[in-house]
């Protein structure tokens, strides 16, 4: 069974520039969730998608942004990029439905740059 | 304040010693306590997930839980260079908010 897949590994991208990741989720989970990781702060939640909806976001600015299409991959997009954004950005997927622990199973990450 | 505090090390021992790792979390009202394993320049994985107050056991791998202290546990017994990874504690409602991690390095 595939595991969760992101794409690409690497950006470099400007400041002021836009970023675009995917992440297509494990076969028959429909929630997908993006953290970053920036050194030494740990993952920090970034966005909750499930059934193609928007059901929670952190506290991120409005410049992440993101959706989930039908078929529950996702795309995380980071507008006007500041040097800070340069991060690993982690995509994990889950098929929760309650109860119990929602166990999330993550991809490698795409690593973000910022010049 | 932080949902999940941990110390983020790094910590460095012997090859077979015992790994202690800690984690204090805020809220009273989490139920699922998780550790992720994470080697360099991979994704986090699923070690193992204990339910509210006690002791979980998973080879040489015990996960433990005082919720009155709001306190959680990672120990590694007779730890092998393969378990050098960063360990990152979480804590689960409907996501799972993770503490720093803490790098963990075993030499042989």
């Given at each position: 069974?595939a595991?969760?897949?992101?794409s690409?590994?690497?950006?470099?991208?400007?400041?002021?520039?836009?970023?675009?990741?995917?992440?297509?989720?494990i076969?028959?989970?429909?929630?997908?969730?993006?953290?970053?990781?920036?050194?030494?702060?740990?993952?920090?939640?970034?966005?909750?998608y499930?059934?193609?909806?928007?059901?929670?976001?952190?506290?991120?600015?409005?410049?992440?942004?993101?959706?989930?299409?039908?078929?529950?991959?996702?795309?995380?997009?980071?507008?006007?990029?500041?040097?800070?954004?340069?991060?690993?950005?982690?995509?994990?997927?889950?098929?929760?439905?309650?109860?119990?622990?929602?166990?999330?199973?993550?991809?490698a990450?795409?690593?973000l740059?910022?010049l | 304040?932080?949902e999940?505090e941990?110390?983020?090390?790094?910590l460095?021992?012997?090859?077979?010693?015992?790994?202690?790792?800690?984690?204090?979390?805020?809220?009273?009202?989490?139920?699922?306590?998780?550790w992720?394993?994470?080697?360099?320049?991979?994704?986090?994985?699923?070690?193992?997930?204990t339910?509210?107050?006690?002791?979980?056991?998973?080879?040489?791998?015990?996960?433990?839980?005082?919720?009155?202290?709001?306190?959680?546990?990672?120990?590694?017994?007779?730890?092998?260079?393969?378990?050098?990874?960063?360990?990152?504690?979480?804590?689960?409602?409907?996501?799972?908010?993770?503490?720093?991690?803490?790098?963990?390095?075993?030499?042989?």
């Amino acid at each position: 069974e595939a595991g969760v897949t992101q794409s690409p590994t690497h950006l470099i991208k400007t400041r002021g520039q836009q970023a675009t990741l995917r992440c297509s989720p494990i076969s028959g989970h429909t929630s997908v969730y993006w953290y970053q990781q920036a050194l030494g702060l740990g993952l920090q939640f970034l966005l909750w998608y499930d059934e193609g909806e928007e059901r929670n976001r952190g506290n991120f600015p409005p410049r992440f942004s993101g959706r989930q299409f039908p078929n529950y991959s996702s795309e995380l997009n980071v507008n006007a990029l500041e040097l800070e954004d340069s991060a690993l950005y982690l995509c994990a997927s889950s098929s929760y439905r309650g109860p119990g622990a929602n166990v999330l199973t993550f991809g490698a990450g795409s690593r973000l740059t910022v010049l | 304040q932080k949902e999940v505090e941990q110390d983020p090390g790094p910590l460095s021992v012997p090859e077979g010693a015992i790994v202690s790792l800690n984690c204090t979390y805020s809220n009273s009202a989490f139920q699922y306590f998780m550790w992720y394993r994470q080697y360099s320049r991979k994704g986090p994985e699923l070690l193992m997930y204990t339910y509210s107050s006690g002791n979980k056991e998973d080879g040489r791998f015990t996960a433990q839980v005082d919720k009155s202290s709001k306190y959680i546990s990672l120990f590694i017994r007779d730890s092998q260079p393969s378990d050098s990874a960063t360990y990152l504690c979480a804590i689960n409602d409907y996501k799972l908010s993770f503490g720093a991690g803490t790098t963990v390095t075993v030499r042989a």
